[in-house]
Nanobody
Framework: QVQFVESGGGWVQPGGSLRLSCAAS????????IGWVRQAPGKEREGISC????????YYADSVKGRFTISRDSSKNTFYLQMNSLKPEDTAVYYC???????????????????WGKGTLVTVSS
């Protein structure tokens, strides 16, 4: 049973920061790419970040590049998304996710992840 549980979402003012965590069980973060995906109301699902296990290659969507950072702590089987300089347009449900077959990161991979958490809501407003 693969389970990802997100935490750390909430409300933050524009310009603020949050760190999202994803605790994984039934799945070890040693073989395949991991990532974060978000969906804002009325908008398409957007893969925003990805991290490989073999060489720590990363991918970031243009919408978050320079502001968000993905990382992992394999000893805790947990990975993170540090979000800085948050904007109202970052408001969305954020999902942690992992691929089941590939360990490389690209726009395609991060938008076709296989395992998902249930999401955590991030609201950025004044």
């Amino acid at each position: 049973q693969v389970q990802f549980v997100e935490s750390g979402g909430g409300w933050v003012q524009p310009g603020g920061s949050l760190r999202l965590s994803c605790a994984a069980s039934g799945f070890t973060l040693k073989y395949y790419a991991i990532g974060w995906v978000r969906q804002a109301p009325g908008k398409e699902r957007e893969g925003i970040s990805c991290l490989t296990t073999t060489d720590n290659s990363t991918y970031y969507a243009d919408s978050v590049k320079g502001r968000f950072t993905i990382s992992r702590d394999s000893s805790k089987n947990t990975f993170y998304l540090q979000m800085n300089s948050l904007k109202p347009e970052d408001t969305a449900v954020y999902y942690c996710a992992s691929d089941s077959s590939y360990d490389y990161c690209s726009n395609y991979i991060v938008n076709h992840m296989d395992y998902w958490g249930k999401g955590t809501l991030v609201t950025v407003s004044s």
